[in-house]
């Protein structure tokens, strides 16, 4: 059975400077709809979702239109420089509309629109079927040869093969205790360390997190081709009726 609700927290205070564009990345029309609109639509009708804190840019000139169309109220928070102060900033906001420190708490990417809630659901079992469970990620095994590059001259090449049996991708939603993620990007922001997702920053305070395979369609979108792959995918979902 999964956990009885949780609560999310969604980073979107970035501009995706790799992909460029005369918008923030999570802005950009996928399908007619802005990209964070899709990454939060299985939250926004999901209703085991207790709350919902979106965390944008100061000034962002662009979320309140979009918030104005979700169909749901969605708490605001001041995003900041860095992932980890932006979902800081996230979970004081859900702490502040009632959210608790045992309470579960998910954290998705705003670069994410392709989950599906078939795998938010995978994720919410595969946690709470764990006796001692502190919390899981979506990720998927690696299945590619890997190589290790040699950057030592002007050309890069191959310099080993990496074995790749205990490698997963890590991807999003990352699920955990409210208190105990809070606490964990609060030691690491106090020592100076820029945890790279939520799980990192637990897994430096000694907890260890469930993988639960995703599925390779929840892709992270950083590139031109990656913005038509994540299309594609969208419409083949809304075709087929599935729900995304």
Sequence with gaps: MAPSSYWLVMPAAGRGERLGGAVPKQYLPLHGRPMLGWALEPFIVDAACRGIAVAVAPGDPHWADLRAGLGREVIEARGGATRAESVRAGLDALSFAGAD???????????????????????????????????????????????????????????ATVPRESLWRAMTPQMSRLGDLRAALQAALASGRQPTDEAQALEWQGFALHLVAGEPTNLKVTTAGDVRLAEAILVAARDRGAEV
Excluded at 111 to 132: F, G, N
């Design 101 to 159: 420190a045992q309470d579960w708490v998910l954290v998705h990417d705003a670069a994410r629109p392709c989950i599906t809630a078939a795998e938010i659901a995978a994720l919410r079992r595969a946690v709470a079927a764990e006796s001692d469970a502190v919390g899981g990620l979506l990720a998927l095994p690696l299945a590619d040869t890997l190589k290790r590059a040699d950057l030592s001259g002007a050309a890069v090449r191959s310099s």
